[in-house]
């Protein structure tokens, strides 16, 4: 993932999966997994993920793990973005 002030780019093997603009809606979301509210992203304008940063490491919440749902974990490696 890359990210910009208000661009995003998803990348997977140096494919794009995913692009555009993105905001931040702080407080908004739910740690599905033991109910506490954390920030969100809107994606495009679309139903928001929520999310945590935590020094380098950004975690994305999709669904409760109980449920098949996944925490997708990503570690800044570059500065330039």
Do not use: C, H, W
Not at 31 to 44: A, E, M, W
Not at 61 to 71: E, H, L, N, S, T
């Amino acid at each position: 993932m890359k990210f910009t002030q208000t661009e995003f780019v998803m990348s997977y093997k140096d494919s794009v999966v995913r692009s555009g603009s993105y905001a931040i809606s702080p407080g908004t979301g739910t740690d599905l997994n033991i109910g506490r509210k954390i920030d969100q992203f809107v994606f495009n304008n679309e139903p928001a993920e929520s999310f945590e940063l935590k020094n380098d490491t950004l975690k994305i919440y999709q669904g409760a793990i109980f449920a098949d749902g996944v925490i997708l974990m990503y570690v800044k490696i570059d500065d330039s973005y």
